[in-house]
């Protein structure tokens, strides 16, 4: 069964993967995302195609196919439900990492959604402190703790 299609791929056909599909004479099926129902197409007893419905919007929709004249789904093997989703995808072109499916994934020196922002390796400062009463603290008593401060410029 179906499991994701990016939004632009709303032109294309996904397939539908079965054993012992029901064959129709006019091998037409309806594929329902959601309440949304779209025209499909038999091809053979383990394959169906799909139209990805025009005024989908990305989202995750429970997914079904129904023969032409059948007011029943096709069940499903393992009886679960199963869902089809449509996902915005990652612009290439704008990204400034790299794609993974609908995510821009940003190399060590990027930041923000689109890999735009350059990432402030901070410099941190160490000092070694011999003093024992500054590197020792004792129950009971007050201390003092020095620690780097990360600065984030934007």
Do not use: W
Not at 57 to 82: E, H, M
């Amino acid at each position: 069964m179906p499991t994701a299609a990016g939004i632009h791929q709303k032109d294309h056909d996904i397939l539908v993967f079965g054993n012992d599909l029901p064959f129709v004479p006019s091998k037409r099926y309806t594929c329902l995302y959601g309440s949304t129902a779209s025209d499909g197409f038999y091809t053979s007893s383990s394959l169906v195609r799909c139209k990805i419905p025009d005024m989908a919007l990305p989202g995750r929709y429970l997914f079904n196919v129904i023969p032409y004249g059948s007011d029943r789904a096709v069940p499903f093997l393992d009886r679960r439900l199963i869902h089809f989703t449509l996902y915005n995808e990652c612009n290439q072109a704008e990204c400034k990492g790299y794609c993974v499916g609908a995510i821009c994934v940003c190399p060590a020196n990027r930041d923000g959604s689109l890999c735009d922002q350059t990432r402030i390796i901070p410099k941190v400062d160490r000092e070694i402190l011999d003093n024992e009463k500054v590197t020792e603290a004792i129950e009971g008593q007050p201390f003092s703790v020095k620690m780097p401060a990360q600065v984030r410029l934007l």
